[in-house]
């Protein structure tokens, strides 16, 4: 991919939720690389900062900006999505990477506490940031809402319950703003998509040099997921609105 003026989101205005984790970070730098003007919010102001200005450092300048936004909190994610608009004159899409992970041994030593906490990190924070967006992205001409889910919602294990359920009703969300988007279309079908990546877990490079002789079977590195998001804007609104695009095998 080339980058600016001539990269495939050439023009491109993108915001990017959970943009201070690894996942974050690769899609920041993939997404500018390509052209985009990139917003990136986390809610640690350091880890924003880092990713913002290597993803800068490696686009050559391409426009990379970092808002602390609390995307627990509605009012801030509209402000945040409204200053966008303002700023840029358009959103063309919003990837969410906002990521967290709690598990059990066994079914029976599930903890309703890890239930309210990843309620509110992997539902809360889509219904936020799909309300506060979609208006946006649906006036825009390649409006794109991609979530980042796990196989885990097709197939829960025992000691990812409230994991798994977490991630299937963040699909069901995402799957309802798709339908929005489709009836939106009319006839014509969609211009704008909401979608969906799925990956069995995610690895990057720091993580492999804590555990060397680790094999991460079936995980995606954040790099391949980075360049999967770029992808979803290539193909048409039709062919991944309400979609599961998968990127690990499929149960």
Do not use: C
Request: glycine share 10%; no cysteine; net charge negative.
């Amino acid at each position: 991919m080339g980058n600016g003026a001539n990269g495939a989101l050439s023009g491109a205005v993108i915001a990017v939720a959970g943009a201070g984790g690894p996942a974050g970070r690769a899609a920041l730098m993939r997404l500018a690389e390509a052209g985009a003007t990139v917003i990136g919010a986390d809610n640690d102001p350091e880890r924003l900062s880092e990713a913002v200005d290597a993803a800068r450092y490696a686009a050559g300048g391409a426009t990379v900006t970092g808002d602390t936004v609390d995307l627990l909190d509605l009012q801030s994610t509209r402000d945040w999505a409204a200053h966008i608009e303002k700023d840029f004159g358009r959103v063309d899409g919003l990837v969410h990477l906002v990521g967290g992970w709690r598990g059990s041994e066994t079914f029976t030593k599930t903890s309703l506490d890890d239930w309210d906490f990843l309620e509110m990190l992997l539902i809360r924070t889509v219904q936020h940031t799909s309300l506060a967006f979609h208006e946006a992205l649906r006036r825009s001409d390649r409006g794109r809402y991609v979530l980042i889910s796990a196989a885990g919602a097709s197939r829960p294990t025992a000691g990812n319950a409230a994991y798994s359920a977490a991630k299937a009703a963040a699909e069901a969300w995402t799957l309802a703003m798709a339908d929005y988007f489709r009836k939106a279309g009319g006839a014509e079908g969609p211009a704008s998509a909401a979608t969906i990546l799925v990956v069995k877990a995610l690895v990057h490079d720091a993580m492999r040099a804590e555990r060397p002789n680790a094999k991460f079977a079936g995980f995606t590195d954040v790099k391949d997921l980075a360049e999967a998001i770029e992808d979803v804007w290539s193909k048409s609104a039709a062919e991944v609105n309400g979609n599961r695009l998968w990127l690990t095998e499929k149960p």
